[in-house]
């Protein structure tokens, strides 16, 4: 079955740029979602459709991909951005989505 | 305002059966792709199923196996997940949520736990 790969964890200080990866090899052509779930809460969409920003998420998140690699970005890491980040995507068929297996976002 | 609430879990010996429910309300649920989604205890996240607009095509994972089937009722606004021959390793916490991919709004989710 299709996967898609994270780092199990990314620390930056407050103020520094933070980059998780995502990997999958059917991302050339298909796009990448990103979710940021804090602890006891949903999860909620902040990257969609590779380097889309959703309406009220802060423009320090951004996305991109190439080749097999997503990539979302967070410039200016706040400590209230501290949590588990999900990317999510497709096969190639269109019909099975898969998460990746989350990175834990430290900010001190 | 959007909410989604999920009801319907709880504890269930392995091999059992439960039925989730999602109630949805303040948007044109038959206009949009509905998803289950599911977290394990501690664990990552995990797509479970998701059905069309209406309901003609529907798709899982493939673990599944064919134990747990997604239903939707339009005229209900309600979104099902009938799950059979449950395992402990169904034991988790059930999102319902709107969209396909690009996710935008999920309920709290219900906790499903398989247990003897």
């Known amino acids: 079955s299709y996967e898609l790969t994270q780092p199990p964890s990314v620390s930056v200080s407050p103020g520094q740029t933070a980059r998780i990866t995502c990997s999958g090899d059917a991302l050339p052509k298909k796009y990448a979602y990103w979710f940021q779930q804090k602890s006891g809460q949903a999860p909620v969409l902040v990257i969609y459709e590779d380097s889309k920003r959703p309406s009220g998420i802060p423009e320090r998140f951004s996305g991109s991909s190439s080749g097999t690699m997503a990539t979302l970005t967070i410039s200016g890491a706040q400590v209230e951005d501290e949590g588990d980040y999900y990317c999510y995507s497709t096969d190639s068929s269109g019909n099975h989505w898969v998460f990746g297996g989350g990175t834990k976002l430290t900010v001190l | 305002e959007v909410q989604l609430v999920e009801s319907g879990g709880g504890l269930v010996q392995p091999g059992g059966s439960l039925r989730l429910s999602c109630a949805a309300s303040g948007f044109t649920f038959s206009s949009y792709y509905m998803s289950w989604v599911r977290q394990a205890p501690g664990k990552g996240l995990e797509w479970v199923a998701n059905?069309?607009?209406?309901?003609?095509?529907?798709y899982y994972v493939d673990s599944l196996k064919g134990r747990f089937t997604i239903s939707r009722d339009n005229a209900k606004n309600s979104l099902y997940l009938q799950m059979n021959s449950l395992r402990t390793e169904d034991t988790a916490v059930y999102y319902c949520?709107?969209?396909?991919?690009?996710?935008?709004?999920w309920g709290q989710g219900t906790l499903v736990t398989v247990s003897s």
């Open positions: 949520a709107r969209g396909r991919a690009a996710i935008d709004y």
């Open positions: 059905i069309k607009q209406d309901g003609s095509e529907k």
